[in-house]
C-alpha cells in the first residue's frame, strides 16, 4: 500500500458524518498526532527561520559558531561550524558536494522530515577526500547508486570541527567547500508554535504530512490517528463537533505536558542521562523521536556523535542555585573520541528547550580544544560550574551559568570510541562542593 493510500483511507472514517466520529477515540488519535507530527512541525520552523534569513532552497546557508542570540534550533553545539540547506527532491534529484577535508572531523547529515537520519556523509563513513553523490526522491525510479531519501523535503546540515578561535578560517575554508545543486523547489508547507491551539497545529501538520507522506512503517500509529483524518486535502478542523473538539485539546494537552516532563534516564545512577541508542534513527519510537525534535533537534545517531545530559542530584537535567559545581576527570580518564569532546552549558526555557548563556567570558563549552585549561597532580582535569567567577586557579577552568534561573549541561562526544558506544565508559557524575 501507498503512503498516500494509508492516509487517504484513514480520512475516509469521518466519512460517515459527525455523529460516528464523536465516538471515536479522539483524544488518544491527537495525543498520538502530536507527537507523531513534532519533527515535521519544528523542522518546517526551521525551514521558515532559514527563509527569512536568506536561504533559497537548495542552497546552503552558513552559520559562524553559535552564540546566546543562535535560538533556531534548541541545543545548538559550540564545536562546529554549520550549514543548512532545505532540498525539494519532487522536481529531480540533487547533487552534494563533498570537499577534501584535510585531516579535519566533518560531517554533511542527510534528515527526512521525520529527523531521521538516513546518511550521515564525511570523515566517518566517507573519509577524507572529496566527493560528488547523487541524492534521489522516494519517488525517483532508474538511478543506480544513487542515494535515496525517504521524504521529498531534505534537511542537510554540515558541520566542521573548530580548534579554537585561530582556526576559524581553516574551518571556513572546509565548510565553503560543502555544496549543492537542486531543481527549483515547491513553496514549502509552514510550521506551526509548541503552544499554537490544536486547530491551527493540526493544520500545519494535514499540511506537512501532504508535503511530505508518512512510510509505510507507520501504518500501526496512522491507524490510530485515523479519526482525525490527517492526511485529506479535505481536512477541515471546524468539522469537529463540541465534544470531539474537546477531547482533541485535551489529548494534544497530554502530550505537550508528557515532553515537558523529563523521562528519568535507565542510567540515573552514574550521574548522567544517556540518550537511547535510537537516536537519529528513530523507527517507530515515536515518544523519544518527538522529544529530541523539541529538546534537541537534528541530533546525529551514536556512532557519529553522542550526546549526554548531566543531571543533578534530584536525577533530574535542570541544576539550579549558585555552585560551585564539579566536574573531575582522573588524568587519562576524559571521554574516549577519534574526534573531539566537549561540555556545553545551556540556560532553561520555560517551555523546554535549551540555549548558549551569555556570560563574561563568553565561554559556552569546556572541552578537548580549549586553550589554557590547567590540569592537576597526574593530569586531573576539573572543570569549575558556577554563575560567578570561582576564582584563583579555577577561574581557568571556569564554566559560567547563567546568573539566575535554571541551566543544563550536555557531554558531547564527536566519533566516540567503542568503549563509549557500549556504556562501559561513562563520565564522573557533576557534583555540588
Same mark, same amino acid.
Given at each position: 500500500?501507498?503512503?498516500?493510500?494509508?492516509?487517504? *483511507?484513514?480520512? @475516509?472514517?469521518?466519512?460517515?458524518?459527525?455523529?460516528?466520529?464523536?465516538?471515536?477515540?479522539?483524544?488518544?488519535?491527537?495525543?498520538?498526532?502530536?507527537?507523531?507530527?513534532?519533527?515535521?512541525?519544528?523542522?518546517?520552523?526551521?525551514?521558515?527561520?532559514?527563509?527569512?534569513? *536568506?536561504?533559497? /532552497?537548495?542552497?546552503?546557508?552558513?552559520?559562524?559558531?553559535?552564540?546566546?542570540?543562535?535560538?533556531?534550533?534548541?541545543?545548538?553545539?559550540?564545536?562546529?561550524?554549520?550549514?543548512?540547506?532545505?532540498?525539494?527532491?519532487?522536481?529531480?534529484?540533487?547533487?552534494?558536494?563533498?570537499?577534501?577535508?584535510?585531516?579535519?572531523?566533518?560531517?554533511?547529515?542527510?534528515?527526512?522530515?521525520?529527523?531521521?537520519?538516513?546518511?550521515?556523509?564525511?570523515?566517518?563513513?566517507?573519509?577524507?577526500?572529496?566527493?560528488?553523490?547523487?541524492?534521489?526522491?522516494?519517488?525517483?525510479?532508474? !538511478?543506480?547508486?544513487?542515494?535515496?531519501?525517504?521524504? &521529498?523535503? %531534505?534537511?542537510?546540515?554540515? !558541520?566542521?570541527?573548530?580548534?579554537?578561535?585561530?582556526?576559524?578560517?581553516?574551518? !571556513?575554508?572546509?565548510?565553503?567547500?560543502?555544496? %549543492?545543486? $537542486? @531543481?527549483?523547489?515547491?513553496?514549502?508547507?509552514?510550521?506551526?508554535?509548541?503552544?499554537?491551539?490544536?486547530?491551527?497545529?493540526?493544520?500545519?501538520?494535514?499540511?506537512?504530512?501532504?508535503?511530505? +507522506? /508518512?512510510?509505510?512503517?507507520?501504518?500501526?500509529?496512522?491507524?490510530?490517528?485515523?479519526?482525525?483524518?490527517?492526511?485529506?486535502?479535505?481536512?477541515?478542523?471546524?468539522?469537529? #463537533?463540541?465534544? $470531539?473538539?474537546?477531547?482533541?485539546?485535551?489529548?494534544?494537552?497530554?502530550?505537550?505536558?508528557?515532553?515537558?516532563? &523529563?523521562?528519568?534516564?535507565?542510567?540515573?545512577?552514574?550521574?548522567?542521562?544517556?540518550? &537511547?541508542?535510537? %537516536?537519529?534513527?528513530? =523507527?517507530?519510537?515515536?515518544?523519544?523521536?518527538?522529544? %529530541?525534535?523539541? =529538546?534537541?533537534?537534528?541530533?546525529? &545517531? +551514536?556512532?557519529?556523535?553522542?550526546?549526554?545530559?548531566?543531571?543533578?542530584?534530584?536525577?533530574?537535567?535542570?541544576?539550579? *542555585?549558585?555552585?560551585?559545581?564539579?566536574?573531575?576527570?582522573?588524568?587519562?580518564?576524559?571521554? +574516549?573520541?577519534?574526534?573531539?569532546?566537549?561540555?556545553?552549558?545551556?540556560?532553561?526555557? /520555560?517551555?523546554?528547550?535549551?540555549?548558549?548563556? $551569555?556570560?563574561?567570558?563568553?565561554?559556552?563549552?569546556?572541552? #578537548?580544544?580549549?586553550?589554557?585549561?590547567?590540569?592537576?597532580?597526574?593530569?586531573?582535569?576539573?572543570?569549575?560550574?558556577?554563575?560567578?567567577?570561582?576564582?584563583?586557579?579555577?577561574?581557568?577552568?571556569?564554566?559560567?551559568?547563567? $546568573?539566575?534561573?535554571?541551566?543544563?549541561?550536555?557531554?558531547?562526544?564527536?566519533? /566516540?570510541?567503542?568503549?563509549?558506544?557500549?556504556?562501559?565508559?561513562?563520565?564522573?557524575?557533576?557534583?555540588?562542593?
Amino acid at each position: 500500500m501507498r503512503r498516500r493510500e494509508l492516509l487517504i *483511507g484513514a480520512a @475516509a472514517l469521518l466519512a460517515s458524518g459527525p455523529a460516528m466520529a464523536a465516538e471515536q477515540p479522539f483524544r488518544r488519535a491527537a495525543r498520538e498526532a502530536f507527537l507523531y507530527a513534532l519533527p515535521l512541525v519544528e523542522i518546517a520552523n526551521v525551514r521558515a527561520g532559514a527563509s527569512d534569513r *536568506g536561504m533559497k /532552497p537548495g542552497r546552503f546557508l552558513r552559520q559562524g559558531l553559535a552564540t546566546p542570540e543562535s535560538r533556531g534550533v534548541t541545543k545548538p553545539n559550540n564545536d562546529t561550524l554549520n550549514a543548512q540547506a532545505f532540498i525539494d527532491l519532487a522536481r529531480g534529484p540533487a547533487r552534494l558536494r563533498l570537499p577534501p577535508l584535510g585531516g579535519r572531523y566533518a560531517s554533511l547529515a542527510l534528515m527526512d522530515m521525520f529527523s531521521n537520519d538516513f546518511a550521515v556523509l564525511g570523515t566517518r563513513t566517507t573519509g577524507d577526500v572529496g566527493r560528488e553523490v547523487l541524492l534521489v526522491g522516494p519517488n525517483d525510479k532508474g !538511478r543506480p547508486g544513487a542515494l535515496r531519501a525517504p521524504t &521529498p523535503w %531534505v534537511w542537510a546540515v554540515a !558541520r566542521v570541527l573548530v580548534d579554537g578561535p585561530k582556526d576559524l578560517g581553516k574551518a !571556513r575554508e572546509v565548510l565553503d567547500g560543502f555544496r %549543492v545543486v $537542486a @531543481a527549483p523547489a515547491r513553496p514549502p508547507a509552514a510550521g506551526a508554535a509548541f503552544t499554537a491551539p490544536w486547530a491551527d497545529y493540526l493544520k500545519a501538520a494535514n499540511a506537512l504530512l501532504l508535503e511530505n +507522506p /508518512p512510510l509505510a512503517a507507520d501504518h500501526d500509529i496512522l491507524q490510530r490517528m485515523a479519526p482525525l483524518g490527517l492526511g485529506s486535502d479535505r481536512f477541515d478542523p471546524g468539522r469537529f #463537533d463540541p465534544a $470531539a473538539a474537546s477531547q482533541i485539546a485535551a489529548g494534544v494537552d497530554e502530550a505537550r505536558a508528557l515532553l515537558l516532563t &523529563p523521562r528519568r534516564s535507565a542510567n540515573a545512577a552514574t550521574g548522567w542521562g544517556i540518550e &537511547p541508542d535510537d %537516536v537519529g534513527n528513530f =523507527g517507530q519510537d515515536y515518544e523519544t523521536r518527538a522529544r %529530541v525534535a523539541h =529538546g534537541g533537534l537534528g541530533a546525529l &545517531p +551514536p556512532p557519529e556523535a553522542m550526546s549526554m545530559s548531566a543531571l543533578s542530584p534530584d536525577g533530574g537535567r535542570r541544576f539550579d *542555585g549558585d555552585g560551585p559545581w564539579r566536574l573531575s576527570f582522573a588524568g587519562g580518564q576524559t571521554p +574516549p573520541v577519534n574526534a573531539a569532546w566537549s561540555l556545553t552549558l545551556y540556560e532553561a526555557t /520555560p517551555d523546554g528547550q535549551f540555549f548558549l548563556t $551569555a556570560n563574561p567570558i563568553n565561554r559556552y563549552s569546556i572541552g #578537548d580544544r580549549t586553550p589554557g585549561l590547567i590540569r592537576g597532580r597526574n593530569g586531573l582535569l576539573d572543570i569549575w560550574i558556577s554563575r560567578t567567577d570561582p576564582g584563583g586557579a579555577r577561574s581557568a577552568n571556569w564554566l559560567p551559568a547563567p $546568573a539566575k534561573g535554571p541551566f543544563a549541561m550536555v557531554l558531547r562526544a564527536y566519533q /566516540p570510541k567503542p568503549a563509549l558506544l557500549s556504556h562501559a565508559y561513562v563520565p564522573p557524575p557533576v557534583i555540588r562542593i
